[in-house]
């Protein structure tokens, strides 16, 4: 069900001003725009949990966050 600013929260990739936000398990190996985010729903640790596309050919960074 769309809510108020339009996005669909069941979706599992918003594009928001030429950037995605994508979730879903396993390290992304998908091509998106430079700069996209994927928050990794499977991840246990503190670089396995959220990725930062750094090349849109699909070179994910893992962003090292605090426990």
Do not use: H
């Amino acid at each position: 069900m769309p809510v108020a600013n339009g996005l669909n929260p069941s979706f599992e990739n918003i594009n928001l001003g030429g950037i995605n936000i994508a979730a879903g398990t396993g390290a992304p190996t998908m091509a998106a725009p430079k700069g996209s985010l994927f928050v990794r729903t499977d991840g246990s640790s503190a670089s396995t949990r959220l990725y930062i596309c750094t090349v849109a050919s699909g070179t994910w960074t893992p962003v090292t966050t605090t426990a």
